[in-house]
């Protein structure tokens, strides 16, 4: 009896550790009041971008999202595209992230008429630095993460694809 109890025990006391979330509890490493990355990748034109930098002063949104030109990840960025002008003058930068090429990227901004940044992130730097999780260990999850002043104010670990922007613009609404 003793040794079921003491098996029960261990596995029971196992079991939250096995099950526990990701530090912030929704996929991120990432907490609400933590600083932008200082990370530097390439955009879509092959030019260095670092996040920190560009990010330190006024609202920045970088979203992740696994595959230029698929389906859901174009309906995201159209979505940030068609609210653009409003968002810009809520001063929101935008960097979209995933791992395609810089070519791929620029192809993308190009066949949708993208006017933000596309950042390449090949080495899968900048997703290491925000926690973001990978499917299949290749492509990003569709995340977003606002930053105000460099500072995480909202966070979307199940980022839309279609109301990116809409879900974007009721969070600076409140803020």
């Known amino acids: 009896m003793k040794i079921i109890v003491a098996i029960a025990v261990g596995f029971f006391g196992l079991v939250p550790s096995v099950f526990a979330a990701s530090p912030a509890q929704d996929g991120s490493k990432m907490k609400l009041g933590d600083p932008i990355p200082a990370v530097t990748v390439p955009n879509q034109d092959g030019k260095p971008v670092n996040l920190a930098e560009e990010g330190k002063t006024g609202y920045a949104l970088v ?5 230029a030109m698929s389906k859901g990840c174009t309906a995201q960025a159209c979505s940030l595209r068609d609210s653009y002008t409003e968002l810009q003058q809520k001063g929101v930068k935008i960097f979209g992230v995933s791992i395609d090429t810089v070519e791929a990227q620029k192809k993308f901004q190009d066949e949708d ?8 992130d090949k080495e899968k730097e900048v997703i290491s630095a925000f926690g973001v999780p990978l499917v299949n260990g290749s492509f990003a999850t569709r995340q977003a993460y606002l930053f105000k002043e460099g500072k995480l104010v909202w966070l979307d670990a199940k980022a839309s694809t279609d109301r990116q922007a809409q879900d974007l613009l009721t969070v600076l609404a409140s803020l």
């Open 113 to 120: 008429h993208l006017p933000f940044e596309l950042l390449s």
């Open 63 to 67: 979203y992740f999202y696994p595959k």
